[in-house]
Structures are given as structure tokens and as C-alpha cells.
């Protein structure tokens, strides 16, 4: 069976279903920090609410559903994680130590979601390979690095079958928009079906790479069921579809609502996280191992966010 902490957040809250609907509703164990929104997986299910600190508790879900992969999504992103760097540490990094060793002592195999976060301003930008340079200077740059290191350990030093990839950004419309620096690319969506004027908080030209929701969940589902011998990453595969700027996205949009309109008010804080950023990621490592294809581009991308976002017109806050 299968356990997803973070169930409740932008990619448990669309990862849950789709491994459900594989795996069956009673296989996978969804878990949260509170009560579940009502509107999140409305299907059901098993839902319990922990804390990834508290290890006995995760022990005890892990016994009583005899679960034998974890997909760790907990984690506080990176504008929020600089708001408040020690909460931060804890949930990302002491949360990810405790998960470990549970897996490791009930034998899980574990997912583990790095980010471009995990690059910073040394990391080559463009064509950013697969082993560089990762001196990130964000709190959450600096936990998903560690992250990365501490389960490629857990593999060497336990033989554990750990996983991960580096998200781009990711562009959803089942959750709002949580404490990223890249949301400007979600919530531009909200406010274009609205007809409501955007104030963009990255400033023209901040490229950086981005997905689609649906391809990223398919991207975890096919790394967790490709062959473990072909993978030589552990931890954390570049993966991305497309690399934009707030310009290119905002000329896209237009060409479905020529009315919606754009200015920038930028945010110092995530735009200062944003240029510690690669532009582009080369992932040719994923493609090569595991089979990484993107399905969708910036064009049907947009096109899928606005009919998606217009379909559910009574959700948009
Ligand atoms: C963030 N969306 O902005 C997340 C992600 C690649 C960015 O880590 O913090």
C-alpha cells in the first residue's frame, strides 16, 4: 500500500486520485498536517492527519496499513519557507530525516519531489545538466539539496529504492496557488478567466522552467514503476516541458482572451528566489532512463488551464 504525506497540497492533492484510480481507493493512504479541505480528492478513501516530525505516528500508519511505498510531498515552498526558515528546516528537512527512517526500518521504498530550487546562482542557467553545481541560497533551495543528498545515502548505505525528480514549476487549477515563486504562473490563470487585470511579481524577461500538472503527476508514476536497475540518479532527475517568461505566458493567454491585461508589480522576495534560478534544465538523463516525455507546451497547456478553470467557474476564488 501506499502512504502520501503532503496529500493535501498543490501535487498530493492531484496525485492522490490518479494513484488511486491505479491502485485502488483503500491503497492509498492519503495524510495531511490538518483536516482535509472538503473539496480535495472528493473521492474517498483512508485520510489521517499527522505531523512528518512524529515519528510513532508514521510508524503506527505505516503498521496499520502495512504500507510499503511513501511518496513524500510535506514540504513548505520557497516564499514560504523564507518567511520562516526555521519551520521550514523542520518540516522539510527533519520531516524528510523522520520518513526515512521509518521507511528504512519498515522497509518502504520512498518519493522524494527535489526542485529547481536545488540550483542557485553558481548552477549553470541554460542546458543546466543532470550533475552541476548546487549552491542554492533559499532556505527551501538549501532543505531540497540536502533532501537529495540524504536519500542518494539512504540508498548507498541501506540499499533503500528511493526515487525523485527536480519539478520545473508546476501549473494546476485543482488547488490554489500556496507559497511558490513560480504561482504567478498559476494564479495569471484565475484572474485571466475572471477578466480580471494580473499584477505579475516577477519582472519581464525572469525565465524559468515550468510543467504541467498532468504531465508531472504522470512523470512520478513512471519513474516509481520504471525498472530500479536503469536508474543511476538517486536522488532527484531533472525533468521539465517548457521554459517561459511572464511575458511569453501573458502574450499566450491573450491569444484565448485578447481582453485580459498584464502589469507588473514586482516582489522582491520571489523575484530575488527566481534569478537564483535555472532558465532551462537539460533533462536528457530522465529521457534516457526512464522514458521522460512531456505531453503538454505552454499552447495546450494554456489552453487546458482556461477551459479546466471556466468548467469549474464556481471554484475560482
Ligand atoms: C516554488 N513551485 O515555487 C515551487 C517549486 C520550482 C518551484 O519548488 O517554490
Redesign the pocket.
Known amino acids: 500500500r501506499i502512504l502520501v504525506t503532503g496529500a493535501t497540497g498543490?501535487l498530493g492533492s492531484e496525485l492522490v486520485p490518479v494513484l488511486r484510480d491505479k491502485y485502488g481507493r483503500n491503497n492509498v493512504v492519503a495524510a495531511g498536517h490538518s483536516r482535509k479541505p472538503d473539496d480535495v480528492f472528493i473521492d474517498s478513501g483512508p485520510y489521517e492527519i499527522i505531523e512528518t516530525t512524529d515519528s510513532e505516528a508514521i510508524t503506527a500508519l505505516v503498521k496499520k496499513y502495512s504500507i510499503d511505498i511513501i511518496y513524500h510531498l510535506a514540504a513548505l515552498?520557497?516564499?514560504?519557507?523564507e518567511e520562516n526558515p526555521q519551520l521550514a528546516w523542520d518540516v522539510n528537512m527533519n520531516g524528510l530525516q523522520t520518513v526515512l527512517e521509518v521507511a528504512r526500518h519498515h522497509h518502504c521504498a520512498l518519493f522524494f519531489p527535489s526542485?529547481?530550487?536545488a540550483f542557485g546562482p553558481s548552477t549553470p542557467p541554460d542546458n543546466t545538466p543532470q550533475v552541476t553545481i548546487q549552491r542554492p541560497n533559499t532556505l527551501?533551495g538549501i532543505t531540497?539539496v540536502a533532501g537529495e543528498l540524504l536519500c542518494e545515502y539512504y540508498v548507498k548505505k541501506y540499499d533503500m529504492d528511493i526515487r525523485g525528480v527536480?519539478?520545473?514549476?508546476?501549473i494546476s487549477y485543482k488547488t490554489p496557488p500556496g507559497?511558490?515563486?513560480?504561482?504567478y504562473a498559476v494564479e495569471i490563470f484565475y484572474a485571466a478567466v475572471k477578466n480580471e487585470p494580473y499584477r505579475c511579481f516577477l519582472k519581464e524577461g525572469t525565465r524559468?522552467?515550468m510543467m504541467y500538472m498532468p504531465d508531472a503527476i504522470r512523470a512520478v508514476v513512471e519513474l516509481m514503476e520504471s525498472d530500479g536497475r536503469m536508474l543511476t540518479h538517486r536522488n532527484a532527475y531533472n525533468i521539465t516541458a517548457m521554459s517561459f517568461t511572464p511575458e511569453q505566458l501573458y502574450a499566450t493567454i491573450k491569444k484565448e482572451l485578447p481582453h485580459f491585461s498584464m502589469t507588473y508589480e514586482v516582489d522582491p522576495l520571489?523575484q530575488a528566489?527566481a534569478d537564483s534560478?535555472p532558465r532551462k534544465m537539460n533533462d536528457s538523463a530522465a529521457r534516457a532512463e526512464w522514458g521522460w516525455q512531456p505531453a503538454y507546451d505552454i499552447g495546450s497547456m494554456t489552453k487546458d488551464m482556461i477551459e479546466q478553470l471556466r468548467k469549474e467557474g464556481s471554484h475560482v476564488t
Open positions: 498543490q515552498l520557497s516564499a514560504r519557507a526542485s529547481i530550487g527551501y531540497k527536480r519539478f520545473p514549476g508546476l507559497g511558490g515563486t513560480t504561482d524559468l522552467d520571489r528566489i534560478w
